[in-house]
């Protein structure tokens, strides 16, 4: 959390204040809780939270409540309770024609998204950018097509997703945006990244990184680090790599963010992989798997289990194989992941081969051993 000047008033103490003389309350209390959200002063929100429970009485209130209590949970990791707030808000904002609607739309969509569901998300998206089409809301219109960008991104559909991103980074650039066009930069270099562009990445990055030290969002820094990290692990510089990701970790854990943690700790698994570091690779791919379990993410879970199932196979660890693919093939089937659920199999199959073998050489062994001694 960012250290407070005590010689100020906290943001929940101006709210306090402005409330006594306010008969509209709902305006000051959002821009209050968004920056402190925003700020990821998780303890502030919860204040406010409870503050603005006694105070909404209208169904249009009590949904902007539900809603932004669900983005609280989100943000702490409790997905579960975070969806049961947003399906609430979002049936009392239809109810009402709220306009509630627009941003709700794109909390849920990303909340899919995490879990894995991206059709779902996608569709979300959709509906949040016809809506903000129909209403002329041109900032949604851009965050619309960034989530699209994103959704693309995690389906694998890296054409898709750089379309997307490269329209929400025109709108942005229209509306002057600072901090949003350093996101949408941070995540069009993840999808050059991801095809291979890296020049393109690098560009993207790099100025990435540039506009999220103007605008002083620690979060979007974290994620630029990382990505970085991720730059520089795609070309095996290890060590620029881990410094990266350090930076990246110790702006997460400040922040308490635990869901980013994930695929950078699985990253420096991998560098560990590279340098045949494998018992440390074993604890790093399990934290992996622990912080995806806790934060019920498949992907992430499948990930870490495929990680963990060839660490098992450099250590001839074979006995933890088969229960690590089986694993990993009961995720693969919940996501509906085709591609991996086959890639599994195929993995399932080489390693019945391999042990097979490495059983017969074994027993081939132990004869010629036994056929010498007699001789």
């Known amino acids: 959390m960012k250290p407070q000047n005590l010689n100020e008033p906290s943001p929940f103490e101006y709210w306090v204040a402005y409330l006594a003389i306010a008969d509209q309350w709902e305006e000051a209390w959002t821009e209050t809780y968004d920056a402190a959200i925003s700020n990821w002063e998780l303890d ?3 204040r406010l939270l409870r503050e603005a429970r006694r105070l909404a009485i209208h169904p249009s209130q009590q949904a902007l409540v539900r809603f932004r209590e669900g983005m609280l949970h989100a943000q702490s990791g409790d997905w579960q309770h975070a969806s049961v707030c947003y399906e609430s808000a979002l049936a009392s904002a239809v109810a009402e024609n709220d306009e509630l609607q627009l941003p709700l739309l794109g909390e849920m969509g990303m909340l899919y998204r995490l879990q894995g569901d991206f059709r779902k998300a996608l569709d ?55 901090s949003s066009i350093a996101s949408t930069f941070n995540h069009l270099g993840m999808v050059t990244w991801q095809q291979g562009d890296l020049e ?45 990701y350090a930076q990246a970790l110790s702006r997460f ?37 622990a912080l995806a379990q806790t934060l019920g993410h498949r992907q992430g879970e499948l990930d870490a289990l495929l990680n963990l199932s060839v660490v098992a196979l450099r250590q001839r660890s074979w006995s933890e194989v088969p229960d690590l693919h089986a694993q990993a093939l009961r995720i693969a089937r919940a996501l509906g992941d085709r591609h991996t659920f086959w890639d599994i199999r195929r993995r399932q199959m080489r390693f019945v081969v391999l042990y097979g073998l490495l059983r017969l050489l074994d027993w081939i062994r132990v004869r010629l051993g036994t056929a010498r001694s007699r001789g």
């Open 200 to 244: 393109a990445a690098e560009f993207y990055l790099t100025q990435a990184h540039e506009m999220a030290i103007t605008t002083e969002h620690s979060y979007s820094q974290a994620q630029i680090e990382g990505n970085l990290g991720n730059l520089a692990y795609e070309r095996a510089q290890w060590d620029v790599a881990e410094a990266h």
């Open 253 to 289: 854990d400040e922040l308490g963010v635990v869901f980013d943690k994930i695929g950078i700790i699985n990253n420096l698994a991998g560098i560990a992989v590279a340098r045949h570091e494998y018992d440390q690779a074993r604890m790093l791919y399990k934290e992996s798997l």
């Open 44 to 46: 502030i929100c919860w």
């Open 124 to 178: 979300l998206h959709r509906r949040q950018y016809k809506l903000a089409m129909a209403s002329g809301d041109l900032w949604y219109q851009a965050e619309a097509l960034d989530q699209i960008g994103l959704d693309y991104e995690a389906a694998g559909q890296l054409k898709n997703a750089q379309l997307n991103l490269e329209l929400a980074l025109q709108l942005w650039q229209a509306l002057e945006a600072k």
